[in-house]
């Protein structure tokens, strides 16, 4: 009997983690993604905001499954699902046939109807995003050093962040100490410690995910470090170089974007019922309704755990990952299949040096403590990586000397993600 | 009385150690570059071959010379000069007024008149380049990975290099390494091992500018490493996935381009003598026929010492931008100029593991002893860099691994410097 193959799209954590649990078991499966690389997302602010290399924090997906003889690694992008025939079609044609399918394609930033604003505002998901994030602001700087004109200094020492959840406060807590003590000597005509950093938040308060308590002491941590605080603020409009809130402007050289995620839209030709951020809905066993072959995962997936909704996060990813994996299991050996359960670890949000935030074991963290918890999870968690040790060193040397050592401008192009990764020829 | 207002065109070897020269003089000195960083150019390769990040070899004009009081930094391109009104003319229309011009544009690569190849055969002089490399020596063997037609297969497998010199005797060293070693258990459909590496060289012997027993011993090595070296072959074509040698086609997926040189177009602005090469012209005090207060230096000059021609490299830029540096201070002092004298202290090329040739005080080594002096020196080079210790712990990792830290497909678009760096507004 042919052995029965799986197929996953989507290298993230959700993708990876759902390969690794199918090792040295009788299947065959194919993991398939648009870049030849697993990112460790959580750290990807870091590249942004010139800390790490692009190379710290990403590592070949082959490499990362090289000993896993049954698995083989697809460089291709999922155009289109058709459950009926159980088919992926990909880009330039190629079909892949699956008797089990795992979707694990993540999200992209959602601009809430607003296409137009990404180019002006883009957000942070993947490698080439960093890249283009980092780029912006040292690039605003650059351009606030040449200019003779006050006002379009001003404007372009403005950096404005939207969206106070984790990645938005990461970004706006790196950038105050940066502008403050990695930058002031290089520049001449300008002081780019008096940069001014505006974190833009919708709803009532910041890391709205988080207990109240710690989004309190998240705010006060960045006030204290320089950032402008604006919570009940929605953004109406992003211009070239502003934001508007209502009826106010503020002119911003820099805008990024950190609010709200649309589910890839390969969920739309699953044909299962999907929410406003187009996220599938999913049984308990991760399958979808009608196609219990068929099994969505992470960012993409409604999760629910004993009924209760689960973050987006990436420990929710790799769970329901490896539930996933563990159900295509069960069906080949004929056991019944397990329900998913989010095991929640925990939440930790770093704001700067020794200030941090998070819920552990149900304990209220925040300050130096939760730094060093952060500190050290992260470098848990990036084993497997080969990456650690230069990581350690990386983050050794921007504390010692409050400089960043991946301060390169090199690239000022849209995310290749939105184009084929290789020439279409099969 | 103002101080003398000395200008700097380009952040590579030799406008950087201009600079550096003029650290502490009573002058104004703005160095200008249209990429934010400098690059250790004897380590690119590296970047292109996926051992070495970007951030390992490259680092913020601004950075290394924040120290320098009288010195300023500026992000922008020159578009001309004109010798006649001291300015120059730059990207968004600025005109920079000078007393003393240091050109030191550098050099891109030469097609002989064949500028529809450029795309099809890259060159690597930047780090743009090195990452656009990188990116089509990965894609290929992706695609050799997804393919099903065996003559596609061979020809993705296939990768040219062309030009013998040390970038290309370099290039052609490193791939076949990577490709039996590093490679391999992350592929399986094909046999990364089986990758034809041709280098391809127009004259007679690899390395020209070595000794003749050091041109053969690393054509031994290289075809030890399983590199099918082609010297007196002359590229007559470069087509979309093949190039010609005469009559003869060979097709390949990957076609890189390590031969000739091209000057920096601005020289055409001076008004002097240039060479076939668009190299300018130089007194022996390095200043240009006619305009005591412009000198050119580096790839860009036309160099000789006692009446010897100096070859194009590092120490040769680094040493004729201090020559025209110290030009500058004593005319300000009313002394005399001095000549420029090329110290050479010395040429290596590695060719892989314990593979290399040089030659050092007179003495010719190969071998594990070239390797390892090659090691010393770039490491001691590297100094005035952060990254030092960064780059010992990959090429640690590489050698005792065999592995590839870098192995990041991330953009696919030409090499941005084609582009203004930064949106014209001033």
């Known amino acids: 009997m042919d052995r029965p193959k799986v197929v996953i799209i989507g290298g993230g954590f959700g993708g990876l983690y759902a390969a690794r649990a199918l090792r040295d078991a009788a299947v065959d499966v194919t993991i398939i993604d648009r870049t030849n690389h697993h990112v460790f997302q959580p750290l990807l602010y870091q590249v942004a905001t010139a800390t790490l290399a692009p190379t710290d924090i990403a590592a070949p997906i082959r490499w990362l499954l090289h000993a896993q003889k049954n698995t083989e690694v697809l460089l291709a992008e999922a155009r289109e699902i058709v459950p009926g025939a159980r088919i992926v079609r990909c880009d330039g044609g190629r079909e892949l046939h699956y008797d089990f399918l795992i979707v694990a394609a993540g999200a992209r930033h959602s601009y809430f109807g607003h296409d137009d604003w990404e180019h002006r505002a883009p957000g942070l998901k993947s490698v080439a995003d960093a890249i283009e994030l980092r780029r912006r602001w040292l690039l605003a700087f650059e351009r606030a050093e040449r200019t003779s004109d006050a006002a379009e200094r001003q404007t372009d020492m403005t950096f404005v962040i939207v969206g106070g959840g ?19 000597k290089d520049f001449r005509r300008i002081d780019t410690a008096s940069a001014r950093i505006i974190l833009i938040e919708g709803g009532p308060r910041l890391l709205p995910t988080f207990p109240e308590d710690l989004s309190a002491r998240a705010e006060r941590d960045l006030v204290e470090l320089g950032v402008e605080v604006r919570t009940n603020a929605r953004v109406t409009n992003v211009g070239d170089g502003f934001v508007e809130i209502g009826s106010e402007r503020i002119d911003a050289g820099t805008i990024l974007w950190a609010a709200g995620n ?25 399958s979808i309704a009608g196609h219990p072959e068929v099994f969505v995962v992470g960012d993409m997936a409604i999760l629910e755990s004993d009924g209760k909704p689960v973050p987006g996060v990436a420990p929710a990813a790799m769970q329901s990952g490896r539930t996933a994996a563990r159900n295509v299991l069960h069906t080949v050996r004929g056991e019944g299949r397990e329900r998913f359960r989010y095991f929640n670890k925990g939440d930790l949000a770093t704001i700067g040096r020794y200030k941090a935030v998070g819920v552990l074991a149900g304990r209220h963290l925040s300050g130096a403590i939760a730094w060093w918890t952060w500190l050290l ?10 990456n650690r040790l230069s990581v350690l060193i990386e983050w050794g040397y921007s504390f010692f000397t409050y400089q960043r050592g991946a301060r390169l401008i090199t690239a000022d192009t849209p995310p290749p993600e939105s184009r084929p990764p290789v020439p279409p020829r099969w």
């Open 262 to 286: 649309a589910a890839s839209s390969l969920g739309a030709s699953l044909g299962a019922t999907r929410d406003r951020m187009g996220r599938v809905e999913v049984n308990e066993d991760l």
């Open 166 to 184: 984790p990645t938005g406060v990461e970004l706006a807590g790196m950038l105050p100490t940066i502008a403050r003590f990695a930058l002031p």
């Open 377 to 386: 999870v992260h470098i848990m968690y990036l084993a497997g990586f080969r």
